[in-house]
């Protein structure tokens, strides 16, 4: 089974950044060849695809964040990145990362991003 462990979240005040990171790990999981998604979920929303990338490094994002975010990775680290630049109040949620394609896994524990001054 694949896991998923986030981290980089915190309290930004609105126009600053973060850099969130997240290890993907599993037997048999081939990382380099997969693609990777980030993900959040704001209180009382549902949970919205951010940004993905592909194995060969094609990346897509979803349009409130784009010009804003950046999502890259590292397949030796076996790390997806997402760097978050102007952060905005509506940017907080719970970020989790996860694979665009393979069977169905559990979701990591998420970071939390809170974007307020």
């Not at 048999?28 to 980030?38: A, L, Q």
């Not at 990338?53 to 790390?79: E, H, L, M, P, Q």
Request: glycine share 12%; charged share 15%.
């Amino acid at each position: 089974q694949v896991q998923f462990v986030e981290s980089g979240g915190g309290l930004v005040q609105p126009g600053g950044s973060l850099r969130l990171s997240c290890v993907a790990s599993g037997r048999r999981f081939s990382f380099t060849t997969t693609g990777m998604g980030w993900y959040r979920q704001a209180p009382g929303k549902q949970r919205e695809l951010v940004a993905s990338i592909s194995s060969i490094r094609t990346s897509t994002y979803a349009d409130s964040v784009k010009g804003r975010f950046t999502i890259s990775r590292d397949n030796v680290k076996n790390t997806v990145y997402l760097q978050m630049n102007s952060l905005k109040p509506e940017d907080t949620a719970v970020y989790y990362c996860y694979y665009m394609s393979g069977p169905p896994t559990s979701w990591g524990q998420g970071t939390q991003v809170t974007v307020s001054s």
